[in-house]
């Protein structure tokens, strides 16, 4: 998909004024948050699956090149093939010359956010083929010809008003008379409009939650039992993953799929967990003939060799946007690009460049409830904060905001003109002060008087105050 | 008020970091801090050379700008048995970031872990070093507490305040829903994205009506700031003060943005 995170501020004007989207946030705040607090207290050892989990990342990120030497090795020996693809372009000209291959028309796709990375679907699209999403939200968004807003539940600034009026444009043998007000019919409509696809398709395209080195297996997780379908029915299966999400065994991959859906949605799991394992073989009854996948750098080598490394470990979970306050406020397609909320803030610099993504990672209070959360134990306003260095170091904040920090910078430095700097400041505040406790408006702090009252400083200083009380004033 | 008897006799020297915004918006907090810790057998030092933790250099990502302030601060405060800072983002700054802007510098490093090992926020540090168990104070309102980002979440700051909030003469507490989500202050933020900003203290203030406290509580100037500020853009007759006014009784002066 197109980046917008170079206009972050207008998207946020936007966002603030979506009704629709306000709802569905608050929805948000009272759902994914209270049941993965349900999950959690349900799962005392959550801790130390927790500090597992960040070992196993860890040390696989560790040993990267030997892990997926490992896995296409495993791959292979189960009759598939790996595509090692260094950026995205690689990716989906790979993954169309397969298509091409067996003259795909049609393609079904899995919930994948490296499809989105790469903007998979345009391209095919670009190219004659014709993509189909089939997990419902993505579905959804696709129809309405818009990005995800959340990297688990891609619709979740859609209500369901608006799911059956994008339903009564596009699925032209609808009946008008037809009921779309219950979710249930919603669902039941989407499903008769995918099913005969699953079965026309030439290609399914999944992403993948992890890939196991030992076995050579992909796993997907999945609520609708759409990733099956799509994977299972087509002649080909092309699993397109980004790099880090190798682990070494099946063991680790339950070890982390045990705090992967209680992070996101708060259930125990999942209600289907796949793992795909080379193409049909001669016993099989179902299966697809080819297995491919399509392995994405994109950036993350050079990630992995940056102080932003341990964003590598993300799981997907997207608990950080869950509990993120500014997320909550704007929604994800504020942020611009395929990566919202805390994750994204780190992860669309590094991928995109901070030259046309600073203000994401400044648009954070440091709350740290992301870090909190976050079941790979990712310090997030740590890296938040990498990306704002990057950002000053190239000067990319407004020259007065620059020059409001040098300022500050050099009188902090120096008590003494500190001192005098203040005096000077309060000085002229007591000339308004008799009549005034708060301020409405003041020059140059319009930022902070837009939504609210300022409170006057003190006529006299902590400091003028015990200087003149004369107090000691070095013990 | 009561102090856990093994902590009475020894007398350490604290010094106290005031904070910018204690010491420009609300100095009665610096002189209520005084008096708790004096209260708790610590004799009290307030270095002039004083300014700023850093925190705005630092969060903007200016790391030779934060290194001098830093220094600055390590050198005023370095003579002190303890830091105590009336806030818990300046007592995290220096206990938990400090180091990190001299990643490059071992003597000045070494010098920062040493200054963050004696580092603290007032209430937790009266409770857990000091040993307070009661107060003296008087206040007879309904009150909730709003519990600070950077003192709850990088200094595991939740029941230090309340405990000793409980012990105040007269005083109800009522918990405030979603009391350890952000106020949207988070320092230059509030006026970078001031919409954002907002929409968080909105929600914020409504949570604090809801309550239906006379008078909301935190420890942090910042966020105090915020919300009494937008709590009088929308008109509200709730009161705005640092706890360390109400736990040292020095409620006298008008709340925080109230007329004299």
Redesign the interface.
Known sequence: MEAKTHAFSAN??DA?EDEPLQRALQKLKQGFVVKRREAIDNLPEFERLRAEGQAIKDHTLGHLDLYLEEFEAKVAAKGGQVHWCRDAGEARKKILTICRSVDARTVTKGKSMIGEEIAINDYLEENGIEPIETDLGEYIIQLRKEPPSHIIAPAIHVPKEAVADVFRETHTDLDPERSLEDPRTLVDEARSMLRQKYLDADVGITGANFLVAETGSTVIVTNEGNGDLTQSLPGIHIVLASLEKVVPTLEDASTILRLLARSATGQEFSAYTTFSTGPKRPDDLDGPAQFHVVLLDNGRTELLASESREILRCIRCGACMNHC??YG??GGHAYGWVYPGPMGAVLTPALLGIERSHDLP????????C??VCPMNIPLPKLI?Y???????RRL?GRV?RWG??L??A???R??L??TF?SV??FCVSLLRPRC??F?WLPL????T?????????T????Q???SRG????? | MQIASDKIRDRP?V?LF?T?L??????QV??AAIKLLEQSGC?V????????C?Q????????V?TR??A??VIE?FE??DFVVAPSGSCAAMIKLHFADVFSDDVDMKARAEALAARTHELVSFLVDQRGMVTTDAVFPQSVTYHDS??GL??LGIREHPRRLLDTVKGLRMTELADS???C??????????????????E?KTSAIAASGAETVLAGDMGCL??M???L??EGSHVETRHVAEVLAGMTDD?A?????
Request: charged share 25%.
């Open positions: 946020v004007a603030l306050p500014v406020a704007i400044h648009a954070s209070t440091f709350c740290g409830r870090e909190e904060r990306q704002r260095r990057k950002a000053f170091e904040s905001g920090l040098a500050w910078v009188v902090a430095a008590p003494a500190y001192r203040l400041l309060l406790t708060r409405r702090a319009s930022g902070w837009k939504h609210r009252d300022l409170p006057a400083p003190a006299k200083s902590f400091f105050i015990w200087k107090s000691n004033s070095n013990g | 020297h010094g005031v910018c204690v010491d420009v918006f609300r100095p610096g002189f004799r030092s307030v270095p002039t050379p004083q300014t700023c850093g705005p250099a630092y969060n903007s990502g200016d790391q700008g001098k302030i220094k600055t005023v003579p002190f980002c950077s979440r990088e350890d989500v952000c949207g202050f988070g320092g230059t933020f509030c006026v970078k994205y001031p919409d954002i900003s907002n929409r968080m203290v929600d700031l915020n009494a500020g937008k009088k853009r008008p925080i943005g109230e007329g004299d």
